[in-house]
């Protein structure tokens, strides 16, 4: 089994103000998509707020084939999603700052449409054999939580706060599917003069041709459901450092697994279904963050947050594990943690007499995907800008860029597989305060 994630592999948060700074938000953690971040830093909310985030992607991927150059391509896909939605209502309760917050929060995304054909040549004594294999291959879905979010200040300077994520199709979208159709043809040259034939025996007709078609339609589909905790804390040293903490935790996810294959050989065949109980297990992340406060114009912060990718298993009815990444048996898997860093920074312009606050973004970030071997090299930058009015409304965007180069070798490792990838991402946030 494979799980490929075309998009970012780590489970990040949500949001136009923190995808702004280079998604460098651990310690920063000031709006509702805190609960995504750091549920620690929710209690750094004052008044009832509702937000929604929307998000717009445009990917490129450039594939190649070390051992089928004809198959290399030029591939891009658009899609629109709603990132984010969150209401949150804190309150104060035995002399402590307190807050609850539902969400609904969109973290992966499958999406993917190749078409490529493969071609191949098989010497035989007295043939020559043809193999030309066109592929269509096209992947969609997507896994999103819905979380209820509570925190709570421990000390005037310390919060903590945890978000329960369910992962529910049904609940929410949780599923996704891959299609293949290819139609294979072979080829059978004779060149019976190339080979020489012992006196008095007769020689078979030279360029003989004989071909014949295969064609393959396969879909598999795979629904999740599980749950997992965040848990924060947010430590506010002093008004120049802030510091935050998060722990993703890990959890088995349960999978129920549908194929539907039908291989043609000349005549129509009825497709054949199966279904089956499946297992996957989803690694478990933390990282810390840090808020340098160097007025009330400009702060910047800076993440490092790692995710344990070599306890990423998936487990079929028949208990036998494979690494998803690369489909290989998890005992021959060699898959190693990531380590992302993200450092951003905030410039405020703050007009008090007319009580708007215009901030300006940006960040980058190093974010590599899991791979067999050593991680794939995936960087970024970002840019925002924002406005917020008299705390009664506020509007972010920002606008994110993901590149990698030579990377995705897991994917096809026999076929020398390897594609760049440049990903536009442009996020759009409104929040409304009471």
């Known amino acids: 089994m494979e799980v490929e994630i075309p998009s970012s592999f780590n489970p990040v948060g949500s949001g136009a103000r923190a995808m702004g700074m280079g998604s460098a938000f651990i310690a920063v953690a000031d709006d509702a998509t805190a609960a995504s971040w750091n549920p620690g830093g929710l209690s750094q909310l004052k008044t009832p707020e509702c937000s929604v985030v929307t998000s717009f992607f445009q990917r490129y991927e450039d594939i190649r084939f070390g051992t089928s150059p004809e198959g290399n391509g030029f591939h891009k896909i658009f899609d629109t999603n709603i990132n984010y939605l969150s209401l949150s209502y804190p309150f104060r309760c035995l002399g402590r700052e307190m807050i609850v917050s539902l969400s609904y929060q969109h973290l992966y995304d499958f999406r993917r449409d190749w078409e490529f054909t493969l071609k191949e ?4 004594i007295g043939e020559l054999i043809h193999i030309q294999d066109h592929w269509n291959y096209q992947q969609n879905g997507r896994l999103s939580a819905v979380g209820i979010s509570y925190c709570s200040q421990i000390t005037p300077r310390l919060s903590l706060g945890f978000t329960l994520n369910f992962w529910k199709d049904g609940l929410s979208d949780n599923h996704w599917q891959q299609k293949y159709h290819s139609v294979k043809s072979v080829k059978l040259e ?5 080979f020489p034939f012992p006196s008095g025996l007769d020689q078979a007709s030279p360029d003989n041709e004989d071909s014949s078609l295969m064609e393959l339609d396969r879909t598999e589909s795979w629904s999740f459901s599980g749950f997992n905790f965040n848990i924060g804390l947010l430590w506010y040293v002093n008004p120049k450092w802030t510091i935050g903490l998060v722990l993703k935790t890990p959890f088995t996810a349960d999978l129920e697994h549908k194929v539907i294959s039908r291989e043609i050989l ?3 065949v009825e497709p054949e279904i199966r279904t089956s109980n499946e297992e996957l297990d989803m690694p478990v992340s933390y990282g810390i963050g840090v808020v340098r406060n160097f007025s009330d114009h ?3 912060s800076a993440d490092i947050y790692r995710t344990e990718w070599d306890k990423y298993i998936a487990r079929d009815e ?3 594990e494979t690494c998803p990444v690369s489909g290989k048996p998890a005992d021959e ?9 993200r450092i951003g920074g905030e410039y405020r312009i703050i007009d008090k007499e007319k009580g708007y606050l215009i901030p300006i973004r940006s960040g980058i ?3 590599p995907a899991p791979a067999e071997g050593n991680p794939d090299d995936i960087w970024g930058f970002s840019l925002g800008l924002g406005l917020t009015k008299s705390d009664f409304i506020s509007l972010d965007i920002a606008y994110q860029y993901r590149f990698g180069r030579g990377i995705g070798a897991s994917i096809m490792e026999t076929l020398d597989f390897s594609h760049d990838v440049s990903e536009h991402m442009i996020y759009l946030s409104l929040i409304l305060y009471e």
């Open 298 to 300: 400009f702060s910047m």
């Open 266 to 268: 000349g005549m129509p």
């Open 190 to 194: 004779s060149h019976a003069d190339d």
């Open 121 to 124: 040549k098989n010497s035989e």
């Open 365 to 367: 970030f190093y974010d």
């Open 333 to 341: 898997s060699d898959i190693d943690a990531t380590c992302q860093i």
């Open 318 to 320: 028949h208990g036998y």
